[in-house]
Each structure stands twice: as structure tokens, then as C-alpha cells.
């Protein structure tokens, strides 16, 4: 716990104020609605993982300006995400692009759930082709005391 | 002189430790009895050894005496006494002798209570936590020793950072280490079985517990993180998919996911070999979360780079520890032979499908989590992976999971009739379909995941309370009355899953439901003012300047009317610590049962205007009863008289290919 808790320290400690401020908001509630899903998206480059929409720091506060002022101008999401990577790099977006260097990033979920799902498979088809039937695993004692459950169950019931 | 004394146990452990490690194993390779013995009082003494040291670093921080390095960089003479105690694991150094005091509380409870294991297995197990001990314990004393000195003594100490002055986290870090260090016992037991070349349902048995055990802490651990992240930082989130967060989450999977295949492995004597692989994922995982947590790698390369002690140590150490026992399962799990059989469709089917899922997800979470280290580390640049990447990944391997989940339980054993379970959910049919069509409604273009989330929240509900009727026979002859009575007869294991998979619902709904409707109002208030925040009026009544133990606050009054009738008062905090200058917010939170009002203060602006932040938060507060709800589940599992009663021996235990159809049926085995 202690390094995020660390990190959010020094955040709070560079300035020392609530995240989106007031005066940062633009007048109409849309356009500022959709600077706050965007905001969500782009990383606060000195903070540990945090959106600067959740940050407090100084620079967080300029790049939410600077979205904003984006907006205002008429830029689209996409056009705003690619002038702050091109500033930025790729470490400004929380959400990786799907690139050769993230491939594996992307695809791992998947992959991993095809291999596993094959690996099931592959159980299921060597253990029918094994064709042992269940009580052939027991000892003889194993299967004496299951006769003896199986009467008393009779038994009981 | 109590520091020292500490000190030198801390020594001491770590010789009995060694003699743990390595003496018991030899016994039980050469059958020599008394060296097996050596492991129950070796265990104890390590216990109280390590009990000593942690008294004693908690006495230099209760007595607040700052000729200790670690006292002085994390107390001071004015921290209220709650914080004081809490301070002793609230720092690297202090966290570690918190981690190795539960190594051993676990180690000696197998140790005493354990008389029916084996003797065989009892040693190994207890040798192979005497192992983890040791590299612990050397971690400690040669780089991270609690008990330094420090000359000349300051006046006062540096305070506890304020974040943690908190009682949600005063006791958010011994959960969560109960829960970490809980699976050590599991990867012991499972190291041992490998050793011995055996694994039967009696081994489950004596496992099981130790998972739930384990379980049920990390669960509440991790909820308790979250709910101290969603009222002290201020803006009201409870997940943020930060590697810290992700360090805890990763054992939980993999430790749920061994809890369901214990089961196989206990009533049917099947999925052996990866039950023991889980056992030692899911205390590797917790292993990596401390390596994450401990090395400072993930602040970033270079802090590991320019104090590498730390992180070269505890690098060595996962190496050892994972590898070694991966090698050891590589080598001995091909001899384990395989017990029940079973078709695809059945109880044990549905749970190798939670199973897969499970694990899939615990390694998205890694992936995501180590990704942005491995790319900068072979030089492919910086990346960043956030919430919007495990959004993306994560929650598609969980809906599927729901809605087997919701079917799973209605199978039988061995081999299921599908689709009579599934006519037998007409009703959770009906209930997710109406509640799909309603949010489609709602949400249309909105948000597809809200949709599904509460739908599939739905259907689990609804077919968690279909399996838990039909089990007290609701609707077959007898009143209520009878109902009442078979509820009541019900094992506890079959109310623990009842209730567990019942909490996932309600967290389904928190998680859900919160992101989807949540209101937020950000302004400037002037004192008399009223804002409008999801159908609730909030009353800026002003602010005043209060004096704490050891800050002062700024607090605002604020009043909330629905409908012209006082609601609520709140009254958050802005606080100064006066010794570090650090700030928090204290957001004041009025918890309803639809959701939270939520009311943050800011600065000052001209005049008595402040800055305000203020939220209805709905159905928020599901998040946490869900996940208690869960952890209780899990308490009832493990009171269960099988269990309890139940420490078997080997010889009284069913083995696999006793057809037990139901938990129901398990009662009467005992």
C-alpha cells in the first residue's frame, strides 16, 4: 500500500487543491462533459497512474486547459488524443494504443483464454480416450468402505 | 535495552527458523521421528520469538521513543495512541516483522492444532514455512532491520504520513497481510504434497480451511482499501486499477479460483495437479504484490536502480521461492495420478469454467500490470496501461463468468442435465430479461457494459435465490415452517456459497449502478446557498476553523432537504497537519440505502466562499456490503462441522468416486 499511498502524498503535496477547479469549467455543460470523459483518459504525467482529471497536480491542470481550449476550437476526441501523444508520447494516453509494441498487451486476454479453453479440451478428450472408469482408481479397501457407506445409506434411508 | 532485546529475537527466530527449515524435512526423507517432532515446538518458539519483536517495536512506538530511526521517521509525540499502534505497520520495516509475526501465527497453529496431519506431511508443511520464514527474516536483518538507532536523538519525531492517520487503514494492512501471508500455508501444504507424491481428498480437506481463511481476509482487506480510497481521497472513487491495488487483487483470483478447485478435489478427487498449481500461484502472486509493493520498482526503474538492496533481495527471494516450487511441481505433478472422471457439463465442468476465467482474468491483470516495466525495461518505450485498458479486458472475462456462475450451482456432480437446470431458471429468465429490457431503455447508447452489468446482476441474484428455494424445498409439500427448518439444516458450506455468490450480486450492483447514475456539482458556494445534486438540495451553511490533536481543520456545514425535509447534515473536513504541513480531505458521507451523499470542501476562495465538491453517489455503498457479505459467506463456509469437526484422517475420509450430488448430501459423509 504504502508506495501509492506515498505517491498520492507527493501529489497532494505539489498543490495542494481539488482536482477539476470551478474556474477551469467551460459554460457549456456538454462540451464540459465530454472535457471530463477525456480528462479520465489522459495520464497526469507526474503523477503514478492517475488521470488528470482525478489530479491535483499543477501540470494536470494545464493539460485540463489545454483540452478544454482544444474543444473550444472545435477539435474532435481523436484530434485532441493525437496532439497530446504527439507533445506527450504514448505514456500521456491510460489507454495503450493498439500498436506492434502493445500486441501482446492487447491480445494476451484472448489468447489465453483460447489456449486455456484448448487445454480443457485436450483434458477432456485424453481422459475419455483413457476410458478408466472411476471405480478402478479405487483400492480395495477404498472400495470396501464404499460399499459399506452405500449400504448404510440404504440403510438409513 | 527493549529495543535490543527485540532485536536479538528477531536473530533468534531466524536460527529456529533455520533449524524448522531444514531438520523436519530431513526427518520426514529418513524417517526419523524425533526430527519430525522438532517442527511442532519450533514453531512455537519462533512464534514467541518473533511476538517479542514485534512488542518491542510496537513498545518504542507506544512509549514513542525516538532513539529508534524507524520510530522518528514515522511517529511523533502528539499522534493519538490508535495511530501510534498502527504506525508500527504503517512503514516498510514494521510492515515486515507485521508479515513474518503471521507467517509464524500460521505456522504454529498447523503446528499445535494440526495432531491428526500425518506426521510426514505435518513436517514438511512446517518446514517448508520455516523456509519462507528464513528468507524473510534475512530480508529483514540485512536490509530492512526495524530496530536501528539513531544518535543523536531529535527532540520529536516525523510524523505517520496523515493518509494513514485513519482507522479504515490503521487496520486495512493486517487483513490484507492475514489474507497474503494465509496462502503461505496453502503453497506449504501443496509444496509438501509434491514432496510426499500425494494429494487425496483428505488433503483438500485440510487445505480448504486454510484458503477460506485466507480468503475471507484479502476480501476484506481489499474492501476496506477501497472504501478508505472512496472517503479519504476526496473525489469519491473506489478502484483504480493502481499496481498496488492490482498487487492484491491478483492473489484474490487466483485464491478464489483455488477455492472452487479445492472442492473438485475434496468431493471428487479430480483437477489434483491444478489445484496444487493454483496453491502456488496464489502465494507467488502474493509474493510478487510484496515485491511490487516492497522494491519501489513501481514508482519507477530507477528508484529500484539507486537503492537496488531492497529490490535485488526480494528479486532473489521470488526467484527462489516461485521457481524453485514451479520446478519442483514440473517434476513431481506428472506422477500424481488423477482420480474421478466427469462429462464437460457438470458441477466440476461449471467450476473448471470459473477456474479458467478466473485465471485468464488474474492474468490480464498481471500482464497489464507489469507490461509498462517489461516494454520500458527492453527499451520499447513508455506506455501507460490505466482503468480504460482493464475495463476493456477485464470486465468481458467476468460477464461470461456470471452467467455460468448463475447455472453452475444447479448441476449435479459428474454429469448434468443442462438443460434441465436451465428450465429450472425460467424465473431468473423472466427477471434478467425485464431488467435488460428496462436498462436498454435507460441507457440506450449510453453504456452497453451498465446494461449487461445490471442485467447479469440480475440474473445472479435471481438464480442464486431459484438454487437456495429449491434446496429448502420451497413450494413442495410443507409450509414455510418446513422451509424454515431445512434452511436451518442446511450445511454451512451450502449457506457460505449462498451467500458469497448472493454478495457478488449486490457488488455488481454497487459497481454498476455508481458509475452509471452518479451526480456531481463542482462550484464556488457562498454561505446560504443551495445546490442541486441527484434530487437533493445541498445548504452551504459556512465554515469555521477546529483544532485536532494534531492538525487543524477547516469544516464546512452544509445541510441536505429533499422535498423541503432535513436529510442530512454534513460536515467535511480539509485538514493540516501541523507537524508535516501535508493536507487531507475528510469528505463527510451520509450513507442511504440508494445511495450516498457526499460532500467535499475545498479552498477559499474570496470572502467565505469555498470551493465545494459535492456528489449523490447511488447504490454506492453495495460495493462494500457485497463484498462483507462474501467474506461472511466465507465464514460460514468455514465453520462448517465438516471442516471443523471434520480435520480429517486420512483413512476416515471419502474418496473420490463416493457421487456426492450436492453439498447436501456431504452432511451425512460425516
Redesign the interface.
Known amino acids: 500500500?504504502?508506495?501509492?499511498?506515498?505517491?498520492?502524498?507527493l501529489i497532494?503535496?505539489t498543490a495542494?487543491?481539488?482536482?477539476?477547479?470551478?474556474k477551469e469549467?467551460l459554460d457549456d455543460p456538454k462540451l464540459e462533459q465530454r472535457a471530463r470523459e477525456l480528462s479520465?483518459?489522459i495520464?497526469c504525467l507526474v503523477c503514478?497512474?492517475?488521470?488528470i482529471d482525478?489530479s491535483n497536480a499543477g501540470l494536470a491542470e494545464d493539460m485540463r486547459l489545454l483540452i478544454r481550449e482544444r474543444i473550444k476550437a472545435g477539435d474532435s476526441n481523436a484530434e485532441i488524443k493525437d496532439y497530446l501523444t504527439a507533445r506527450y508520447?504514448?505514456?500521456?494516453?491510460?489507454?495503450?494504443p493498439m500498436k506492434p509494441?502493445?500486441y501482446?498487451?492487447?491480445y494476451?486476454?484472448a489468447v489465453?483464454?483460447v489456449l486455456?479453453?484448448f487445454g480443457?479440451g485436450v483434458y477432456?478428450w485424453r481422459?475419455r480416450r483413457g476410458g478408466?472408469?472411476?471405480?478402478d482408481?479405487?483400492s480395495a479397501a477404498?472400495q470396501q468402505?464404499?460399499r459399506k457407506?452405500l449400504e448404510e445409506?440404504d440403510g438409513?434411508a | 535495552m527493549i529495543v535490543e532485546l527485540g532485536h536479538f529475537a528477531l536473530v533468534l527466530a531466524l536460527f529456529t527458523a533455520l533449524i524448522q527449515a531444514v531438520l523436519p524435512m530431513w526427518g520426514a526423507q529418513r524417517r526419523i521421528p524425533g526430527f519430525m517432532a522438532l517442527a511442532t515446538p519450533a514453531s512455537v518458539v519462533q512464534l514467541a520469538l518473533i511476538a517479542v519483536a514485534f512488542l518491542a517495536l510496537m513498545h518504542a512506538y507506544v512509549t514513542s521513543d525516538f532513539t529508534v530511526l524507524n520510530v522518528v521517521q514515522n511517529s511523533h509525540s502528539l499522534k493519538p495512541m490508535l495511530y501510534k499502534i498502527s504506525g508500527v505497520w504503517?512503514?516498510?520495516e514494521g510492515?515486515l516483522v507485521l508479515w513474518v509475526l503471521i507467517l509464524a501465527l500460521f505456522g504454529a497453529i498447523v503446528a499445535v492444532f494440526g495432531r491428526n496431519l500425518p506426521p510426514t506431511l505435518k513436517a514438511r508443511t512446517l518446514s517448508v514455512q520455516a523456509l519462507i520464514a528464513v528468507g524473510f527474516l534475512l530480508f529483514m536483518l540485512f536490509t530492512s532491520n526495524p530496530f536501528e538507532r539513531v544518535f543523536p536523538p531529535p527532540a520529536n519525531g516525523q510524523d505517520l504520513?496523515p493518509?494513514?492517520q485513519d482507522p479504515g487503514?490503521a487496520f486495512?494492512?493486517p487483513m490484507?497481510y492475514t489474507g497474503y501471508v494465509g496462502f503461505s500455508i496453502v503453497f506449504s501444504f501443496a509444496v509438501a504434497a509434491l514432496i510426499e507424491g500425494r494429494v487425496d481428498a483428505a488433503w483438500a480437506r485440510w487445505v480448504r480451511p486454510w484458503t477460506l481463511l485466507a480468503w475471507v481476509f484479502l476480501t476484506l482487506g481489499i474492501a476496506l482499501?477501497s472504501w478508505w480510497a472512496y472517503y479519504e481521497?476526496?473525489?469519491g472513487?473506489w478502484w483504480?486499477?493502481?499496481?498496488?491495488?492490482n498487487a492484491s487483487f491478483m492473489p484474490w483470483l487466483v485464491g478464489t479460483a483455488l477455492l472452487h478447485s479445492a472442492i473438485v478435489v475434496e468431493k471428487r478427487?479430480a483437477l489434483k495437479t491444478w489445484t496444487i498449481l493454483l496453491a502456488i500461484l496464489a502465494f507467488s502472486l502474493s509474493l510478487i504484490g510484496t515485491f511490487?509493493?516492497?522494491s519501489?520498482v513501481?514508482?519507477s526503474v530507477h528508484a529500484f536502480a539507486t537503492d537496488p538492496d531492497r529490490g535485488v533481495f526480494i528479486l532473489g527471494l521470488l526467484i527462489v521461492a516461485i521457481g524453485g516450487s514451479l520446478l519442483l511441481y514440473a517434476w513431481r505433478a506428472p506422477t500424481l495420478?488423477?482420480?474421478?472422471?466427469f462429462a464437460?457439463i457438470s458441477r466440476e465442468g461449471a467450476l473448471?469454467l470459473n477456474n479458467?476465467?478466473l485465471?485468464?482474468?488474474a492474468?490480464?491483470v498481471l500482464?497489464?500490470t507489469l507490461?509498462p516495466l517489461f516494454?520500458e525495461a527492453l527499451g520499447?518505450?513508455?506506455?501507460?496501461?490505466?482503468?480504460?485498458?482493464f475495463n476493456?479486458?477485464f470486465i468481458?472475462?467476468m460477464l461470461p463468468m456470471i452467467a455460468a456462475l448463475g447455472v453452475g450451482p444447479l448441476l449435479a456432480w459428474k454429469r448434468a442435465d443442462l438443460k434441465g437446470a436451465l428450465s429450472r431458471l425460467k424465473l431468473a429468465f423472466v427477471v434478467t430479461a425485464v431488467v435488460f429490457a428496462v436498462m436498454g431503455y435507460l441507457l440506450w447508447g449510453r453504456s452497453i457494459f451498465g446494461v449487461l452489468g445490471m442485467a447479469l446482476a440480475a440474473w445472479l441474484a435471481t438464480a442464486v435465490a431459484i438454487e437456495f428455494a429449491e434446496r429448502c424445498g420451497v413450494g413442495k409439500r410443507g409450509g414455510p415452517a418446513t422451509w424454515l427448518k431445512r434452511a436451518r439444516g442446511m450445511p454451512r458450506a451450502a449457506w457460505g456459497m449462498t451467500l458469497a455468490h448472493f454478495g457478488l450480486a449486490v457488488c455488481m450492483v454497487g459497481m454498476t449502478g455508481s458509475a452509471l447514475w452518479q451526480s456531481e456539482e463542482?462550484?464556488?458556494m457562498r454561505p446560504g446557498e443551495t445546490a442541486q445534486v441527484g434530487g437533493y438540495s445541498y445548504t452551504f451553511e459556512g465554515a469555521e476553523q477546529v483544532e485536532g490533536p494534531n492538525y487543524t481543520a477547516t469544516r464546512g456545514h452544509f445541510t441536505v432537504t429533499s422535498g423541503g425535509d432535513l436529510i442530512a447534515n454534513l460536515d467535511p473536513e480539509r485538514r493540516r497537519y501541523v507537524v508535516s504541513g501535508?493536507?487531507?480531505?475528510e469528505a463527510a458521507i451520509v450513507t442511504r440505502p440508494l445511495g450516498d451523499l457526499f460532500a467535499?470542501i475545498?479552498?477559499q476562495q474570496s470572502g467565505q466562499a469555498f470551493?465545494v465538491?459535492l456528489y449523490f453517489k447511488p447504490v454506492v455503498s453495495w460495493i462494500w456490503s457485497g463484498a462483507l457479505l462474501m467474506a461472511i459467506g466465507g465464514l460460514f463456509s468455514l465453520s462448517d462441522r465438516r471442516l471443523r469437526v471434520g480435520a480429517p484422517t486420512r483413512r476416515g475420509a471419502?474418496?473420490?468416486?463416493?457421487a456426492q450430488p450436492s453439498f447436501g448430501a456431504a452432511r451425512?459423509?460425516d
Open positions: 500500500m504504502r508506495g501509492a499511498i506515498l505517491s498520492l502524498v497532494l503535496l495542494p487543491a481539488l482536482a477539476v477547479e470551478p469549467m479520465a483518459e495520464r503514478q497512474n492517475q488521470s482525478e508520447g504514448d505514456f500521456v494516453l491510460l489507454k495503450p509494441e502493445t501482446i498487451l492487447w494476451a486476454p489465453l483464454v486455456g479453453a480443457v477432456f481422459r478408466a472408469s472411476a471405480s482408481h479405487l477404498e468402505r464404499l457407506i445409506r438409513a | 504503517g512503514n516498510h510492515s504520513n493518509l494513514l487503514l486495512h494492512p490484507l482499501g481521497l476526496g473525489w472513487g483504480y486499477w493502481d499496481p498496488v491495488e478427487d511490487l509493493v516492497r519501489g513501481l514508482t495420478k488423477g482420480g474421478g472422471l464437460p473448471v479458467l476465467l485465471s485468464a482474468a492474468a490480464t500482464i497489464g507490461y516494454l520499447g518505450g513508455k506506455v501507460s496501461v490505466g482503468p480504460p485498458y476493456a479486458t468481458p472475462l463542482i462550484r464556488v501535508r493536507e487531507t480531505t467535499v475545498g479552498e470551493t465538491r471419502p474418496r473420490g468416486g463416493v451425512r459423509e
